[in-house]
Antibody, heavy 118, light 106 residues
Framework: EVQLVESGGGLVKPGGSLSVSCAASGFTFSNAWMSWVRQAPGKGLEWVGRIRSELDGGTTEYAAPVKGRFTISRDDSKNTLYLQMNSLKIEDTAVYYC?????????WGQGTLVTVSS | DIQMTQSPSTLSASVGDRVTITCRASQSISSWLAWSQQKPGKAPKVLIYKASSLESGVPSRFSGSGSGTEFTLTISSLQPDDFATYYCQQYNTYWAFGQGTKVEIK
């Protein structure tokens, strides 16, 4: 069974930085393309970005609102996905989910809340 | 970028009603379309993947159809547990989501 467990969310001031992580199990993490998706309070789902498997180059893509501020990385030895968020804005306040479509259907973690407020 | 347009945004229905939600992609996504249900404070729960495949454990009253750019989620007989928000999602290239459909009690 695919399990994705996010951690590291919290309260951060505008302009600050925060890193969240996602521990994966139940599938071959090193072969999987992984994504981050966020959901602002009362809003819909928004794709943040993704990282390919190392076999497929390990490259990343980002949505326009976060490009240049957020960085996705992975540690296949630890089966862990990371999202480094810099220059945070109030509008980045959201629940951040890690997700994968590695088995042909999307699988989601439970999410971690990031609040950007002074 | 592929845009997903979902309708309606809100739907009022009664228990036992047949409910249909539609989703349109701005370009062909083949069958890389999932439908998810979300309740407040919870992560999305995938109901349908690859446009028409029922996720394990999901009741058979849920069904999906379509390919290319036009997709439909149907709930054959709405149950009390089905009042929630539903999202379509393309996962052909970058992921993209419809705006959501809130199914409310009539």
């Amino acid at each position: 069974e695919v399990q994705l467990v996010e951690s590291g969310g919290g309260l951060v001031k505008p302009g600050g930085s925060l890193s969240v992580s996602c521990a994966a199990s139940g599938f071959t993490f090193s072969n999987a393309w992984m994504s981050w998706v966020r959901q602002a309070p009362g809003k819909g789902l928004e794709w943040v970005g993704r990282i390919r498997s190392e076999l497929d180059g390990g490259t990343t893509e980002y949505a326009a609102p976060v490009k240049g501020r957020f960085t996705i990385s992975r540690d296949d030895s630890k089966n862990t996905l990371y999202l480094q968020m810099n220059s945070l804005k109030i509008e980045d306040t959201a629940v951040y989910y890690c997700a994968t479509g590695t088995r042909g259907s999307p699988d989601w973690g439970q999410g971690t809340l990031v609040t950007v407020s002074s | 970028d592929i845009q997903m347009t979902q309708s309606p945004s809100t739907l009022s229905a009664s228990v036992g009603d047949r409910v249909t939600i539609t989703c349109r992609a701005s370009q062909s996504i083949s069958s890389w379309l999932a439908w998810s249900q979300q309740k407040p404070g919870k992560a999305p729960k995938v109901l349908i993947y690859k446009a028409s495949s029922l996720e394990s454990g999901v009741p058979s009253r849920f069904s999906g159809s379509g390919s290319g750019t036009e997709f439909t989620l149907t709930i054959s007989s709405l149950q009390p547990d089905d009042f929630a928000t539903y999202y379509c999602q393309q996962y052909n290239t970058y992921w993209a989501f419809g705006q959501g459909t809130k199914v409310e009690i009539k």
